[in-house]
């Protein structure tokens, strides 16, 4: 966004769009929903679309699930099973089961707490700062959120993909997923609609995954965005009082300077881009002179304690849908790492290439996954903390007694951290991370060592 446009807001836009329409796919956001008010003939044939695509989407995950299961029953009920093989039937196993969880509790669990999540995002985010010498907009925090949303759904299903060409490349009729069936799936016909519903399974695998951490994943970035505009206005506040107040150019331009040695002060956003404001404009959209500085400055004043109420509220509720997804994850994920990493190194069949290469890059789409909860909580944990360093950053010096008072206030209140937790137990942040790797690599080598015995 220009100097030129600074008068006009960044265009108001759904943040949630791409991530909407990956929920879509997993069957676990109503297709009609965006259309609920404006009944007729597409409304009603969504509403219908959709109810039975929910239901096929729980019969393939739930069907597979329990072939699976039964799978790792005979598996291990067999005497001459090695660890491998059962140990593959219980990944999968796991993998269903967190899908079809995912899938009824983000549709059938919280389906009101994610609508109120999204809609509450969407009609209160401030698309820019305020005015003053510099401002910032949503733009930068809505690019990155769509390039990391975009990244990590795009290897949910390259990942999917290749599972899904290995019969293929192999060309043996042999199926994208190794499970027991009761009739010989390889018979025509039955072989090609058994083909599809693992394909399908395989896919809403990949959006449930995709959906569950792209959502949290995108809601940080937005929150980090809306983090950057409030520290903007707090930078700028005492200059948006001397607009509102109708300053002259010489005031404008004392100010400027006292204000300007925070300029070089790097690290100040997470995303967005600060902008400088012409002093010109700023004279053309100055108000005249109607009020004194302290009655301008609480007008100004009240606006950014309202957004920092904003992004306060939304954290919470943020915290309210993930902490107990959270618990149950990192668990989970700890138990993937060591059981693909024990079958990637364990695997000596044939055509093990390219199993093996299917096999790692699931592996390190866990350790992304895992990052990214953890590396996204620790920016919130951060940011929530530098509210009181950005209004630290405006001239205050030159007005202390009048804005003494509601500075301390702010102070105070902006010592309230946010730390986002696993099911209120512990708090996740990039040293959650280190244990968790470590708390798998350990059950790795007690597998390991498991295998050798045998």
Partial sequence: MSSDSVNADWQRRDLFKFIRYTMYVGGMYPLHYTRANKPGIITQLLAIIDWFY?????????????????????????????????????????????????????RRVRPKLLNE?????????????????????????????????????????????????????YGDKSLPLSCWYPFDYKQPVVYEIVFFLQSMGQITVAAAFASSSGFYMVLSILILGQYDVLFCTLKNVIATT??????????????????????????????????????????????????????????????????????????????????????????????????????????????????????????????????????????????SQRCGDALWRSPWHLHLLDIRSDYNFFMLNSKRQFQLSAGKMYYINVDRFRRTITMAFSFLTLLQKMDARN
């Avoid at 069907?63 to 029953?73: K, S």
């Avoid at 598996?75 to 899938?103: H, K, P, R």
């Fill in 54 to 106: 929910e239901k096929f989407s729980y019969f393939v995950s739930i069907h597979l699930l329990v072939l699976y299961i039964c799978t790792t029953a005979m598996t291990y009920s067999s005497g001459n099973a090695d660890l491998e093989g059962f140990v593959s039937c219980f990944m999968q196993t796991l993998i269903f089961t967190w899908t079809i969880a995912m899938q009824i509790y983000f």
């Fill in 242 to 383: 001397y607009v509102e107040m109708g300053a002259s150019m010489g005031e404008l331009s004392n100010l400027q300077a006292a204000q300007s040695v925070t300029n070089a002060e790097l690290g100040q956003y997470s995303y967005c881009v600060e902008e400088q404001t012409p002093l010109d404009q700023l004279l053309a959209m100055r108000h005249s002179r109607s009020c004194d500085f302290p009655t301008a400055f609480k007008r100004c004043f009240k606006r950014c304690l309202k957004q920092h109420r904003y992004i306060l509220v939304a954290l919470e509720k943020m915290e309210l849908f993930f902490n107990q997804i959270w618990f149950f994850k990192i668990f989970e994920r700890t138990l993937l790492m060591c059981l693909v990493g024990f079958v990637c190194v364990k695997s000596n069949t044939t055509n093990s290439v390219m199993r093996t290469a299917s096999l790692g890059q699931y592996l390190l789409l866990i350790f992304y996954e895992l990052f990214i909860i953890c590396y996204f909580a620790e920016l919130l944990y951060q940011n």
């Fill in 117 to 169: 999540i999204i809609e509450y995002i969407n009609s209160k985010y401030q698309t820019r700062s305020a005015i003053g010498f510099s401002y910032v907009t949503m733009e930068g925090a809505n690019k990155y959120s769509n390039i990391w949303m975009k990244t990590f759904c795009y290897c949910c299903y390259i990942g999917t993909i290749f599972w899904l060409v290995l019969p293929i490349a």
